[in-house]
């Protein structure tokens, strides 16, 4: 688009200010591992190991990729690492990174935990939104039978009925708090009944503004006529539609279950196709301003370009709370703290929980980005640039 807008993602002193140099040395070694993915898988099965046969695995692994990619085990301690990135401008929403149960009692204390950081996020301005994903307070299994049209057998419509009800419970202490509530995207074989309670409960809570943001998969080929039909509901109805756009986090997943099953491929075969898709979704949002909130999920440069320049084009101000960047905390610095130091609103995801309940999110995350080799060998480089930066800083 040609606008010029004053900053650079290239700036590392913006991007790692908040850093120590012995943060960026880890940093620097979780790279130069992520860029060997046989060596990250490796090491997620055996740290599963340790931690079944009861071996001392905790200590380690809470110093290194812990700390890089969680705030701490509980909300509380993790207020240091909210105060740390509120100090440069960048928000935090904190997330409860506990998943993949189906026992009830434990459903209903990871709601009552989620619950607890809407109450405790609630006026506190570095704390705009909460967060949590369907699987942690429903059991998927039902979700599943009731998206594929199977009759329930009588406990399950109960358990599905209880279910229902934990959602509807955050999105009104949500919005009894004034607190921005994000529902996280997940597998497209329940994603559409989750879909329906989101838009249920933005019908009743985003009368006046945004309060309830649903997750748009972006690499999923329907979405983009999802995103579309959403916004049509919300005019149709008066409603403010809350979108969180992503490319996506379960790829690999979708089309092993797909090709298992016998059904097509959800997933766009190409990444330039989820860019593509991606991206015009960014314009549809800012063209449909007048009835959408965005937060901008994306880890990729260009797209964050993209959403400067429309905001520019659209006379938006850089400050205006209806628009919103967001990376995970512990990747894409340079994307995060520049943005906001330019003067946009920014929010990093902060999972918290106990170190043994949040590996498989760790898991998840290591793999991802291993997978994405361009994108470490990136990441990596700039942390080496900036440790020889402040070297020879030193020196001088």
């Not at 898988?41 to 009861?54: A, E």
């Not at 705009?128 to 369907?134: C, E, L």
């Not at 130091?341 to 990093?348: D, L, Q, S, Y």
């Amino acid at each position: 688009m040609g606008i010029k807008l004053g900053f650079s993602f290239d700036n590392l002193k913006i991007a790692f200010a908040h850093l120590s140099i012995k943060d960026l040395k880890r940093m620097r070694m979780l790279y130069r591992l992520m860029r060997y993915p046989f060596i990250v898988r490796l090491g997620i099965f055996f740290t599963k190991i340790s931690f079944n046969l009861g071996l001392p695995i905790k200590a380690p692994l809470k110093r290194t990729i812990f700390e890089q990619f969680c705030g701490g085990e509980s909300f509380e301690t993790s207020r240091k690492t909210v105060e740390k990135l509120g100090n440069y401008r960048v928000s935090s929403v904190l997330d409860y990174s506990v998943e993949g149960k189906e026992d009830e009692h434990i459903l209903e204390a990871t709601m009552e935990e989620i619950l607890n950081s809407i109450h405790k996020a609630k006026g506190n301005v570095l704390i705009p939104f909460a967060v949590f994903k369907v699987s942690g307070i429903a059991p998927t299994s039902i979700l599943t039978k009731v998206q594929n049209k199977e009759v329930l057998l009588p406990e399950e419509k109960k358990r599905f009925e209880l279910a229902k009800q934990r959602v509807f419970k955050l999105c009104e202490a949500a919005a009894n708090s004034g607190v921005k509530l994000m529902v996280d995207g997940e597998e497209s074989w329940f994603q559409a009944v989750t879909d329906n309670w989101i838009l249920e409960a933005m019908k009743l809570y985003n009368k006046e503004e945004a309060i309830i943001y649903n997750t748009f998969q972006m690499y999923r080929k329907v979405m983009s006529r999802r995103l579309k039909d959403a916004h049509h509901e919300s005019v149709a109805n008066s409603f403010y539609l809350g979108v969180k756009l992503v490319r996506g986090a379960y790829m690999e997943k979708e089309r092993n279950r797909a090709k298992k099953e016998g059904y097509p491929d959800p997933i766009h075969a190409i990444k330039e196709a989820t860019d593509d898709a991606f991206n015009k979704a960014l314009q549809f949002c800012i063209n449909n301003k007048q009835r959408i909130y965005l937060v901008n999920g994306s880890h990729n440069e260009l797209s964050n370009i993209i959403l400067t320049e429309l905001m520019e084009l659209h006379g938006l101000k850089r400050e205006d709370r209806r628009f919103y960047f967001s990376q995970l905390y512990g990747m894409s610095d340079h994307i995060s703290f520049n943005l906001a130091n330019a003067g946009f609103n920014v929010v990093k995801y902060v999972p918290y929980g106990p170190v043994k309940e949040v590996l498989p999110y760790l898991g998840r995350r290591i793999k991802e980005n291993s997978g994405i080799s361009d994108q470490v060998l990136k990441e990596q480089t700039m942390v080496e640039n900036e440790i020889l930066r402040r070297k020879n800083l030193k020196i001088a």
